[in-house]
């Protein structure tokens, strides 16, 4: 069963189309990863998808209910949930303020108490929760906002390169962090330029190039394509 | 509740702050039986201001929101005084004037702040629009000298400005001179509360979440526009406040008390103070008014420069506020001394040695 439904979508930025008419589908349950070169137009379909821009065409679906033209928060409060490409925290904030701000709506009290603990144990965080979160390091902010998407118990997770910036073996808690809660039933759409990475965790696969599906199918028929190869070694004008 | 009046987006916490406020308040209440009646009129009137003080400090410091248009529901809400006083009849019908006036101000404020935050209108562009609204109504209400111009029997006077109506009273008992302080002293105490609570609750979270990063609270399910709407109006009813309060007190008001020289003046007491913090607002807001006052009895022009002086001595020297950069420099030393208090051995490993010098 799809829980999100991308159809015909465009989206053009003046005389520059960045995503032309996307079909994507995530069922749910599942570790969707979406791949291409850099400009394939990944993250504005991201954000197309979370509601950060809208479509100049088309129609994006979550739970079978049209939501093209809902706000952000709103997708939000229906289940959805994104860690952006840069880290996006609230910098001149303690660390456990920004994960309370994320949770207050869901929990009060001592609950909200200890699954703030629970959080920031979770992302080896609890040592600096008193510190400004500006002042965490590249990878900890990622950590971090990670933890904020989390505190929000969606059913859909958007990780817009939750990776970058991580040493290998952050990189590898990361995705199994990630198979955990998709082993609890939540559904994980993630963009990644690490194929290691995307080896480690997904069971399906996008590929985008030039704002346009370029292939998609399980993660074995994808590696062992030869056009995906070339688009990511640069070879599609060579030809 | 006390832990929301003490909560972490507030300096000042523990029972050495709560002393303190206790002693300063101990003080202010008996302060009108050392004080001479003209005195603790003067008094009252700086504490007219504090409550738009405490209204920008709550949109800049807290959501981020520079507003120049304090003056603006200032105004409105003191001709709205003025207007209603004149025309529902003294006694206690001012009290409701005053409370409907505060009711217009913040009507018009969500008005314009609907049209200005749905509109996507922040940063500077905010300042700039609420500047313009704030200069559209003093100038307006400067050409309105004509007898036309009247609501009922309350005429506008142009740049000579409204008078007649009646100071705030209960039947036929009018409440000046000291009763007006205690009135001022209680609002001014119920007032600092309520937002130390409403900044350190769930709502306030929201409200710093938005200044700090509005695309992550967002993110997060929160509708930011709402907030923003929220803060802005009880912001702006806080100068409405301020506004009815002073045509009361006064029982006049003129155009120029909104116009761009006043519109500035609550820039710069929440900047000097630091805006980011309640306590330091109204510290430091009481504190540029009596000097403000001081210096405007010998020379308004030098008053006027000194402000403009103190608010670059700000931005140069102290861009988080003068009084709030001491507040955390004592909280700091005054922490740092009871650590080592209660660690002598810490103490003695802190202190320099001398081949580390």
């Given at each position: ?239 | ?41 003067n008094f009252s009137y700086f504490l007219i201001w504090i409550?738009m003080a ?17 003056t ?170 301020s506004?009815?309060?002073y ?9 120029s008390s909104?116009?761009?020289p006043a519109a500035a003046m609550p820039i710069v007491w929440v900047a000097f103070s ?7 607002t109204?510290v430091g807001s009481f504190l540029l008014l009596f000097g403000f006052q001081t210096i405007t009895v010998y020379s308004q022009q030098a008053a006027l420069v000194l402000m403009g002086a103190l608010l670059?001595a700000t ?7 003068f009084v ?34």
């Open positions: 069963m799809s829980l999100v439904d991308v159809k015909g979508v465009t989206k053009r930025f003046g005389g520059l189309t960045a995503v032309s008419d996307v079909d994507l589908t995530v069922n749910a349950g599942e570790i969707h990863c979406l791949i291409g070169p850099n400009g394939a137009g990944k993250s504005t379909l991201f954000k197309l998808i979370v509601g950060l821009y809208p479509p100049t065409k088309g129609t994006i679906l979550f739970d079978s209910i049209d939501i093209t033209e809902e706000r952000p928060s709103a997708r939000v409060q229906r289940g959805m949930s994104i860690k952006m490409q840069a880290p996006s925290v609230f910098k001149e904030l303690p660390v456990r303020q920004n994960i309370q701000i994320a949770l207050q709506e869901r929990f009060s009290g001592a609950q909200r108490i200890f699954e703030e603990d629970r959080l920031l144990t979770l992302l080896n965080l609890a040592p600096d929760s008193g510190k400004v979160a500006g002042a965490l390091s590249h990878g900890q902010q990622q950590w971090l906002e990670i933890g904020m998407a989390l505190a929000l118990q969606p059913q859909l997770l958007l990780l817009d390169e939750p990776t970058a910036g991580m040493s290998p073996e952050e990189t590898f808690r990361t995705g199994e962090l990630i198979k955990s809660f998709n082993a609890e039933g939540m559904t994980v759409l993630v963009v990644e330029h690490d194929m290691a990475f995307v080896r480690q965790i997904a069971q399906r696969v996008t590929v985008l190039h030039l704002g346009k599906i370029f292939a998609r199918g399980n993660l074995e028929a994808i590696i062992q394509d030869e056009k995906v190869a070339e688009i990511y070694l640069g070879k599609t004008h060579a030809h | 509740m006390f832990k929301l009046l003490d909560g972490s987006q507030t300096l000042g916490r523990g029972w050495t702050f709560w002393s303190c406020f206790v002693a300063v308040l101990a003080a202010a209440l008996i302060y009108p039986v050392f004080a001479d009646s003209y005195d603790v009129g409550f405490l209204g920008l400090c709550l949109m800049w410091g807290y959501g981020g929101m520079l507003s120049f248009g304090q603006l529901f200032f105004g409105i809400s003191g001709y709205a005084y003025g207007v209603l006083a004149i025309n529902m009849g003294g006694g206690s019908a001012t009290i409701a004037a005053l409370v409907l006036s505060i009711i217009i101000a913040m009507i018009a404020a969500g008005i314009l702040g609907y049209f200005m935050i749905w509109g996507g209108i922040n940063g500077i562009f905010f300042g700039i629009v609420t500047l313009s609204a704030t200069l559209v109504l003093a100038f307006f209400l400067g050409q309105t000298a004509g007898p036309e111009w009247h609501i009922g029997p309350a005429r506008l006077n142009g740049y000579n400005g409204m008078k007649g109506m009646d100071p705030l009273a209960i039947g036929d008992y009018f409440i000046e001179g000291s009763a007006l302080y205690y009135v001022m002293v209680a609002l001014i105490v119920i007032v600092y509360l309520a937002l130390r609570m409403l900044v350190n609750s769930r709502i306030g979270n929201v409200i710093v979440a938005t200044r700090e990063n509005p695309q992550r609270a967002e993110m997060l399910g929160y509708d930011v526009r709402k907030y923003q709407l929220l803060t802005f109006v009880i912001g702006s009813g806080l100068a409405g406040l506004g009815a309060l045509t009361s007190w006064g029982q006049f008001i003129t155009p909104i116009g761009l630091g805006r980011s913090d309640l306590t330091a109204l670059l931005v140069m020297l102290a861009p988080q506020g709030l950069g001491i507040g955390k420099l004592v909280a700091d030393r005054w922490s740092a001394r009871r650590r080592l208090g209660a660690s002598p051995a810490l103490a003695d490993t802190s202190r320099l040695q001398p081949d580390e010098t």
